[in-house]
């Protein structure tokens, strides 16, 4: 039988364990989560785990950990991060000493003096990137960001999966995501030069110690996967999951049933959280790059810019030495961005512009060493954008059947009028936009109105020149009236627009495009339109800003019918949790609203 003695220490043992079982710490390093049905780790290998019962049962699987410890201590080695907490947690706690050569190999490479979130912005090119991307960069001692090391949360994605399938089985689970490790420098090529994406780095305040257990729990999962969903367990979820070890505060947004990129660097942000932020720094994308300097030539300068590349390679070194140095240095530097973001964006340069390229080097190396400085670009970071959930309740007059309310709810993500600092600029994306609406005519409340997924790209070039444009698009998909003059007409649909924008000037957007729909309410009744659509949109000051969209639609089934349609839309006050707009709109009857946003 067991002594006094034991039994005593076993109960002391018991009550330990118990009570760390259920630290945040110790569930986070574990990756437990409550569930619906039961509670389990995230984590799908089961080499993970120490105990059998480990994946389910947080005290089963801390009892293992300290028995492997002590009687098997070369188990210390594949649990590094375990190691310092319980050493923190348990100062008394005396572990057998063991050599780690590869853990230390790892740590002397990994040497990090800072940790940084870094936001990469969105791109519509590619559905796993619309809502941006977030990874970690840790900083070493060296002054050479390029060589900085990241790690990045996301799907093993096969490479003949399409882009349906990868919508498909991203919102089913059909993935496994990690964590995996990479230079600085392969990041920013993908997403500076290659994807043309600008991306906002938040350095962290953290004690070393905190650094170092980042560290050692991203040595002890660098094997494991969870299962990955696009819009909860994804970049975002695990990353902010990872951080709340060492930020003891909650970095996922309250009140959502989804993740978003965005939401992590807004959490990271809020009174309370804002203190673990030392600062936050700018890359600018190849593009941004160019649009930057470009826009601070004067008319003289961009002259000549669009001189240099309509004529030919042959005349670029006399064009260049005909202009006084300061101009020259500043078109050298511009048509170099010029000419790599061309490179990039049609995949290589034609002989022509290699050559000029060439040329604008020569040029370079005859004149004077010194660099011309260039402004710095003053964009608004991630953090100062309105908030992405949506609930908006609106008053109507409607001509057809008079007054009316409207409850509107948007899971995510921006319209055209937002605040949308740090995103695709003239662009809309939003998911899951449903309304209701209640009439004093029927004194009854219905669906009127869904969208499953609103994209619009109107690609504004910020430059005019040749090669820096692309077609303004968008697609849409949902459930809507098929006019304004009836309650009880609401159909599917799948429309959308191709077409071109321009600058009319700063903060002041256009476009002509010719505008397609799909109706349909069952198999036997549906019609299609096309026409010509017209639209604007002015940001007049960073409260005011207002779109108009006109345009006429043919049915292209029977084309004696058409009718003209329009929406003009306004936003005031500069909130990120709050707007207000007025909404006028006309398809075969006109409709006035007044709309109350709220953001969160």
Same mark, same amino acid.
């Given at each position: 039988?067991?002594?006094?003695?034991?039994?005593?220490?076993?109960?002391?043992?018991?009550?330990?364990?118990?009570?760390?079982?259920?630290?945040?710490?110790?569930?986070?390093?574990?990756?437990?989560?409550?569930?619906?049905?039961?509670?389990?780790?995230?984590?799908?290998?089961?080499?993970?785990?120490?105990?059998?019962?480990?994946?389910?049962?947080?005290?089963?699987?801390?009892?293992?950990?300290?028995?492997?410890?002590?009687?098997?201590?070369?188990?210390?080695?594949?649990?590094?991060?375990?190691?310092?907490?319980?050493?923190?947690?348990?100062?008394?706690?005396?572990?057998?000493?063991?050599?780690?050569?590869?853990?230390?190999?790892?740590?002397?490479?990994?040497?990090?003096?800072?940790?940084?979130?870094?936001?990469?912005?969105?791109?519509?090119?590619?559905?796993?990137?619309?809502?941006?991307?977030?990874?970690?960069?840790?900083?070493?001692?060296?002054?050479?960001?390029?060589?900085?090391?990241?790690?990045?949360?996301?799907?093993?994605?096969?490479?003949?999966?399409?882009?349906?399938?990868?919508?498909?089985?991203?919102?089913?689970?059909?993935?496994?995501?990690?964590?995996?490790?990479?230079?600085?420098?392969?990041?920013?090529?993908?997403?500076?030069?290659?994807?043309?994406?600008?991306?906002?780095?938040?350095?962290?305040?953290?004690?070393?110690?905190?650094?170092?257990?980042?560290?050692?729990?991203?040595?002890?999962?660098?094997?494991?996967?969870?299962?990955?969903?696009?819009? %909860?367990?994804?970049?975002?979820?695990?990353?902010?999951?990872?951080?709340?070890?060492?930020?003891?505060?909650?970095?996922?947004?309250?009140?959502?049933?989804?993740?978003?990129?965005?939401?992590?660097?807004?959490?990271?942000?809020?009174?309370?959280?804002?203190?673990?932020?030392?600062?936050?720094?700018?890359?600018?994308?190849?593009?941004?790059?160019?649009?930057?300097?470009?826009?601070?030539?004067?008319?003289?300068?961009?002259?000549?810019?669009?001189?240099?590349?309509?004529?030919?390679?042959?005349?670029?070194?006399?064009?260049?030495?005909?202009?006084?140095?300061?101009?020259?240095?500043?078109? &050298?530097?511009?048509?170099?961005?010029?000419?790599?973001?061309?490179?990039?964006?049609?995949?290589?340069?034609?002989?022509?512009?290699?050559?000029?390229?060439?040329?604008?080097?020569?040029?370079?190396?005859?004149?004077?060493?010194?660099?011309?400085?260039?402004?710095?670009? %003053?964009?608004?970071?991630?953090?100062?954008?309105?908030?992405?959930?949506?609930?908006?309740?609106?008053?109507?007059?409607?001509?057809?059947?008079?007054?009316?309310?409207?409850?509107?709810?948007?899971?995510?993500?921006?319209?055209?009028?937002?605040?949308?600092?740090?995103?695709?600029?003239?662009?809309?994306?939003?998911?899951?936009?449903?309304?209701?609406?209640?009439?004093?005519?029927?004194?009854?409340?219905?669906?009127?109105?869904?969208?499953?997924?609103?994209?619009?790209?109107?690609?504004?070039?910020?430059?005019?020149?040749?090669?820096?444009?692309?077609?303004?698009?968008?697609?849409?998909?949902?459930?809507?009236?098929?006019?304004?003059?009836?309650?009880?007409?609401?159909?599917?649909?799948?429309?959308?627009?191709?077409?071109?924008?321009?600058?009319?000037?700063?903060?002041?957007?256009?476009?002509?495009?010719?505008?397609?729909?799909?109706?349909?309410?069952?198999?036997?009744?549906?019609?299609?339109?096309?026409?010509?659509?017209?639209?604007?949109?002015?940001?007049?000051?960073?409260?005011?800003?207002?779109?108009?969209?006109?345009?006429?639609?043919?049915?292209?089934?029977?084309?004696?019918?058409?009718?003209?349609?329009?929406?003009?839309?306004?936003?005031?006050?500069?909130?990120?949790?709050?707007?207000?707009?007025?909404?006028?709109?006309?398809?075969?009857?006109?409709?006035?609203? &007044?709309?109350?946003?709220?953001?969160?």
């Amino acid at each position: 039988m067991a002594s006094d003695r034991e039994l005593l220490e076993k109960a002391i043992h018991e009550s330990i364990t118990r009570e760390l079982a259920v630290s945040k710490k110790w569930l986070g390093l574990i990756h437990f989560e409550d569930g619906v049905v039961s509670s389990r780790s995230s984590i799908n290998n089961s080499d993970f785990f120490l105990s059998p019962l480990g994946y389910k049962s947080p005290q089963a699987e801390l009892k293992a950990t300290l028995d492997k410890f002590i009687h098997s201590p070369i188990t210390q080695c594949r649990f590094p991060a375990r190691v310092l907490w319980l050493k923190s947690v348990m100062p008394n706690l005396i572990l057998p000493q063991v050599h780690c050569a590869e853990y230390d190999s790892y740590m002397k490479a990994f040497r990090t003096e800072s940790v940084s979130v870094l936001y990469a912005s969105g791109y519509l090119g590619n559905p796993a990137s619309m809502y941006g991307h977030v990874l970690l960069k840790f900083n070493g001692s060296e002054n050479n960001d390029l060589l900085d090391n990241t790690f990045s949360y996301g799907a093993i994605v096969s490479e003949s999966d399409n882009k349906l399938t990868y919508i498909y089985k991203g919102i089913m689970g059909g993935y496994q995501g990690h964590f995996a490790n990479q230079k600085y420098h392969h990041q920013s090529l993908t997403y500076n030069e290659s994807e043309l994406r600008d991306l906002w780095e938040y350095r962290l305040n953290l004690t070393q110690d905190e650094i170092d257990l980042l560290l050692a729990h991203l040595w002890e999962i660098e094997n494991s996967s969870m299962t990955y969903y696009f819009f %909860k367990q994804n970049c975002s979820y695990q990353l902010a999951k990872l951080l709340e070890i060492v930020v003891d505060r909650p970095l996922l947004a309250p009140n959502k049933l989804w993740v978003m990129p965005y939401d992590l660097i807004m959490m990271l942000n809020q009174p309370g959280v804002a203190d673990y932020i030392d600062d936050f720094i700018y890359h600018g994308s190849r593009q941004e790059n160019l649009y930057n300097r470009y826009k601070q030539l004067n008319d003289k300068e961009k002259d000549w810019v669009q001189r240099i590349i309509n004529q030919s390679s042959e005349n670029t070194r006399s064009l260049l030495l005909s202009i006084d140095e300061v101009s020259a240095k500043r078109i &050298i530097d511009t048509l170099y961005d010029y000419y790599s973001f061309l490179d990039i964006k049609n995949e290589g340069l034609s002989k022509e512009q290699a050559n000029k390229r060439k040329q604008l080097l020569l040029v370079r190396f005859e004149l004077p060493p010194e660099k011309i400085e260039w402004e710095v670009s %003053k964009k608004k970071p991630p953090h100062a954008a309105q908030n992405t959930a949506k609930l908006q309740v609106s008053q109507l007059y409607n001509e057809s059947f008079g007054q009316g309310n409207i409850l509107r709810f948007r899971a995510n993500y921006y319209d055209m009028l937002n605040l949308n600092a740090a995103r695709i600029p003239y662009s809309e994306l939003s998911t899951l936009d449903i309304s209701f609406l209640y009439t004093m005519e029927t004194d009854a409340l219905r669906l009127r109105e869904f969208s499953l997924f609103n994209v619009v790209n109107l690609n504004v070039s910020q430059t005019g020149l040749p090669g820096d444009e692309s077609n303004a698009w968008a697609l849409k998909a949902g459930y809507k009236p098929t006019s304004l003059d009836c309650i009880k007409c609401s159909d599917i649909y799948l429309s959308g627009f191709y077409g071109k924008s321009w600058l009319i000037r700063d903060n002041f957007v256009g476009y002509s495009a010719l505008a397609g729909e799909f109706q349909f309410s069952d198999f036997t009744n549906s019609n299609l339109l096309g026409g010509p659509e017209f639209g604007l949109v002015l940001d007049i000051t960073p409260s005011w800003a207002t779109s108009l969209i006109f345009g006429r639609s043919y049915n292209l089934i029977s084309l004696a019918e058409s009718k003209n349609y329009l929406s003009w839309e306004q936003r005031f006050l500069e909130s990120r949790d709050f707007d207000f707009r007025t909404t006028v709109r006309y398809d075969e009857v006109f409709e006035y609203a &007044i709309n109350v946003s709220m953001y969160w």
